[in-house]
Structure formats: structure tokens, C-alpha cells
């Protein structure tokens, strides 16, 4: 599952012991090194739809980790980019592969930005907050937009109820519920409760339009739709 290079079990334990912005601190020396990073097949797969969309003017990588979002900006943006995240850890790591960014370390609930980007993508990041948080994220977003500017991030099916892959993610979020319930401080990482239709009314509760476009290279599902789709938000 891990790289050799990857962090240990221990270090593992370690960050799931901790708080969200605490434990990416510690992960993030070797974070680029775990499943965790964002597949480069979606970040390509954002890039040809987003370079349809485009160009864009300055763009903003929202909850940005060690940066796998700049590359897609890079690509359909003609003015600077920058990168927001909680932890100072995965901003250094960022900050050393794309020196050419603009970093801030922020907190997406509350983004120092007002009327400043054109485009503004996140790769995921949702699952750090809950479901209650998520309008207030959304307009967050919506504020750090120009008018006509655009939010942009994937969304890949449900796995089927019954499958291998419904009863990993169950077992997962059941797993930190215990954790929270148990521990603190608490480490949101929930993947069940980001539902397509939830996020499609709460983006345009805060004032979006919305559309969605398949990302075909991440496959399809038996039924023919398609596993994953990108969700684009237009102010």
C-alpha cells in the first residue's frame, strides 16, 4: 500500500492520534509517498476538462497539501497561482516542489481572499469536514471568486452497497467515528457523507450554477455512467 520510502505504521498511529492540522505536519515529509496524494490519472483527467473551460487568469488550489493541485492550475492558468492549507508541514513540502506559487496557510473556513481568482480547484480535501461545515466552505469559495470565476473539483461514485469497496469505506468511517468518540483532539476524515446531490444543492444554495463533466479516463461503472465526474461551480 505504501512506498518503502512511506511512513511507517507507527508514524501512521502517531498522526491518527493527532489533531487534522498536527498529524498532516507530521505526515507531510512523506506524504507524496502514500495512496493518499491524489492520482496522477485525476489530476490529468481535471486538466483536459479545465483546459476546455479556459484559459483562466489566477488560480487558487484549495486545501492544497504538497501542491498536486498547482500542476493543474499551471496548465490552464496565465496569471500566478497560490496554494492555501491549515498545515504548515504540507505548505513547506509544497513550497520546495513549486517555488513558483504563492503559499498561505489558512484555514478553508475562513479564507483570506475576497474577489481574487478565476478559477479555484480542491482535490480531496471534503472529507475533512463536516457535513455541517460545507455551505459555510462553499461560500467561502463563492467570496474568493471573481465574478464569472469558477470552482472546480472530482467526485467519484459511491461505491455499491455490498462491494468490496462499500464495507472498506464503512469500516473506515466507523473506525474514526470510535477514534473521535474516544480521543481527543478529534481527526475528521470521513469519505461516506460527501454525496453528489447534497453538494450539488449547497453550491447553489450559496449562488453557483453548476455542471458536471465525465472524467472517462477514470472509468466506468457496469450501468455505463461514469465513475468519476468533475464538478464545476460558476459564479
Known amino acids: 500500500m505504501f512506498a518503502p520510502q512511506g511512513p511507517t505504521l507507527r508514524e501512521l498511529a502517531v498522526q491518527a492520534l493527532s489533531s487534522v492540522e498536527r498529524g498532516y505536519d507530521l505526515l507531510a515529509p512523506k506524504f507524496d509517498r502514500t ?80 474577489a481574487a481568482f478565476d478559477l479555484a480547484v480542491s482535490f480531496g480535501a471534503f472529507g475533512h469536514f463536516l457535513p455541517g461545515e460545507r455551505p459555510g466552505l462553499f461560500a467561502q469559495a463563492y467570496a474568493a471568486l471573481r465574478p464569472g470565476g469558477r470552482f472546480a473539483f472530482p467526485v467519484v461514485a459511491p461505491a455499491r452497497p455490498g462491494s468490496v469497496g462499500y464495507f472498506a469505506l464503512l469500516g473506515f468511517d466507523t473506525v474514526m467515528r470510535v477514534r473521535n468518540a474516544l480521543w481527543r483532539p478529534p481527526f475528521v476524515m470521513y469519505y461516506r457523507g460527501f454525496r453528489l446531490s447534497d453538494v450539488q444543492r449547497e453550491l447553489a444554495a450559496v449562488g453557483f450554477a453548476v455542471e458536471l463533466y465525465a472524467l472517462p479516463e477514470l472509468g466506468h461503472r457496469p450501468d455505463g455512467s461514469p465513475r468519476a465526474r468533475l464538478v464545476v461551480a460558476t459564479k
Open 35 to 114: 495512496p493518499f496524494r491524489t492520482p496522477d490519472v485525476i489530476l490529468g483527467s481535471v486538466a483536459r476538462v479545465l483546459d476546455g473551460l479556459g484559459p483562466f487568469g489566477r488560480g487558487l488550489d484549495l486545501c492544497c497539501g504538497t501542491g498536486a493541485g498547482i500542476d493543474v492550475l499551471g496548465t490552464v492558468c496565465h496569471e500566478p497561482v497560490t496554494g492555501v492549507d491549515i498545515s504548515a508541514g504540507m505548505l513547506a513540502v509544497a513550497a520546495r516542489s513549486h517555488p513558483e506559487a504563492d503559499w498561505v496557510r489558512a484555514d478553508a473556513r475562513a479564507l483570506p481572499f475576497r
